[in-house]
T-cell receptor, first 113, second 112 residues
């Protein structure tokens, strides 16, 4: 089954404790992206990747890092999480053709205390 | 980045009623997508539109790509309880990559 898999689904952590949210897709998609979703603000893009070893900032990249060492994986790294990063995070992938629809994971709800 | 204006923000309707929502942009898009997000899940694609004026249906859902290319509309006919969720529009400006801009969502509640 074609899917985007995120882990974990839920994560509670404390300020400053480094964490990684994993994202994997099995559709051989070139494009992958991370979004955060906050009430009233919709989906805001954090980082995206057009292909292996190619990453770029989205609209809200501060406090986040990503890497794209393999085509299928695109982890989101929070080196020193802060409470304002409490949010619902989604990973998405697309086949790279400029307007092909994005496929989303089921989300990771992160709480930073 | 650009945010799309989506309205209404929320809707409370009786089961069986029809629903209309829209999405507008200040700039032209070449592609419009409509997604639905169930509680606790990720957005799932409902309809994709690629041509100005295009009207596309998916079961009880119908979406239209506005003639001006700055707006799109989604209609749901004869709503049922499982239509509950958040509906998002997304637009692509036609440049390279999968860079879509998203609306802020319409939250739909269907009262049985």
């Amino acid at each position: 089954e074609a899917q985007v898999t995120q882990n974990p689904r839920y994560l509670i952590t404390v300020t400053g404790k480094k964490l990684t949210v994993t994202c994997s897709q099995n559709m051989n998609h070139e494009y992958m992206s991370w979004y955060r979703q906050d009430p009233g603000l919709g989906l805001r893009q954090i980082y995206y990747s057009m292909n292996v070893e190619v990453t770029d900032k989205g609209d809200v990249p501060e406090g986040y890092k990503v890497s794209r060492k393999e085509k299928r994986n695109f982890p989101l790294i929070l080196e020193s999480p802060s409470p304002n990063q409490t949010s619902l995070y989604f990973c998405a992938s697309g086949n790279g053709f400029y307007n092909s629809p994005l496929h989303f994971g089921n989300g990771t709800r992160l709480t930073v205390t | 980045g650009q945010q799309l204006n989506q309205s209404p923000q929320s809707m409370f309707i009786q089961e069986g009623e029809d629903v209309s929502m829209n999405c507008t942009s200040s700039s032209i898009f070449n592609t419009w997508l409509w997604y639905k997000q169930d509680p606790g899940e990720g957005p799932v694609l409902l309809i994709a539109l690629y041509k100005a004026g295009e009207l596309t249906s998916n079961g009880r859902l119908t979406a239209q790509f506005g003639i001006t290319r700055k707006d799109s509309f989604l209609n749901i006919s004869a709503s049922i309880p499982s239509d509950v969720g958040i509906y998002f529009c997304a637009g692509h400006p036609g440049n390279t990559g999968n860079q879509f801009y998203f609306g802020t969502g319409t939250s739909l509640t269907v009262i049985p």
